[in-house]
Each structure stands twice: as C-alpha cells, then as structure tokens.
C-alpha cells in the first residue's frame, strides 16, 4: 500500500493549566486540525508552514521542533508532524476563508488536549490527536518543556 504523504503544524498554548492545540471547525466535515498534502520535491518542514498559512492565514509562524510520523493505515496516510510557533499572539477564536477546496470558511479555537475528541471530530483526527497527545508529554504553548 502506497502511503499519502501529508503535513500537520502543531501550535500549542497553556490556559489555565491545561495543554491546548490549535483546531478549526471545516463547514462541511467537522473539527479538525490543520494538515494538508506534501507536494513533490517540496521538504516536509516547509510544506507544514505552506499549509499553515493556507488554511489559517497564519504567516509568521516558524518551525520548533520536529514531532515525528504519524502513520495511519486505515486512510493510507503518514503525517508529518511539526511544532509550530507563531511570532504574534494568536486570539480564542478567529474565521479564515481558504480557497482550498473550492472555498470555506474556518472557524479556529483551541481545543483541551487532555480532553477525548468527540463525534463532531472526524475518526482520523480522533486517532491523531491520541496520538499527538502521547508524543508531546510535558510541552508547553512556547514549545519549551515545563
């Protein structure tokens, strides 16, 4: 089975003494975290930053850390997983129109790591933010270890 190869930035803050990692809400296919396609000859470290600014509008973040490959057999995909660290602080909540997909608006919030994703979560990003959250163990919102 040939593997997708795809990009995920991580951008991670604390509040209230709790992990929290960016994630949108897609119009037509639930809560998510960013993530998208590594395009042939392009590095996996700065294709993460492409899809970041894409789908967020985010376009001053830079490259911590990587956090390794998150492999999932079930959708034929292996993720490419990198911290991320934006130069500005980022609000609670903010929309985004991308024009990827033929066009949507997302709505971006921080979701609570040490909570199980629900329903409204699509299953693969459910088994993603699992593990993501195993990885990361005591990283805090600066990418710097507690």
């Known amino acids: 089975m040939k593997l997708i190869d795809k990009v995920c930035p991580l951008l991670l803050r604390r509040r209230r ?11 037509r296919a639930g809560r998510q975290i960013v993530k998208g396609t590594l395009e042939e000859g392009e590095e996996p ?27 999932d057999p079930e959708c034929s995909q292996r993720w490419h997983i990198f ?14 129109y991308t024009s990827d997909g033929g066009g949507h608006t997302f709505a971006f919030f921080w979701h609570n790591l040490d909570e199980t994703p629900g329903e409204e979560w699509y299953p693969l990003f459910q088994r993603a933010l699992a593990w993501i959250g195993a990885q990361l163990g005591s990283i805090d919102g600066n990418g710097a270890a507690d």
């Open 83 to 96: 911290l991320c660290r934006a130069a500005h602080a980022l609000p609670d909540e903010w929309s985004f």
């Open 17 to 27: 003494g709790k992990l929290q990692i960016l994630a949108f809400r897609h119009p």
């Open 45 to 71: 470290a700065a294709a993460v930053l492409r899809e970041l600014t894409e789908e967020s509008g985010i376009d001053d973040a830079v490259v911590v850390a990587s956090v390794g490959l998150f492999l």
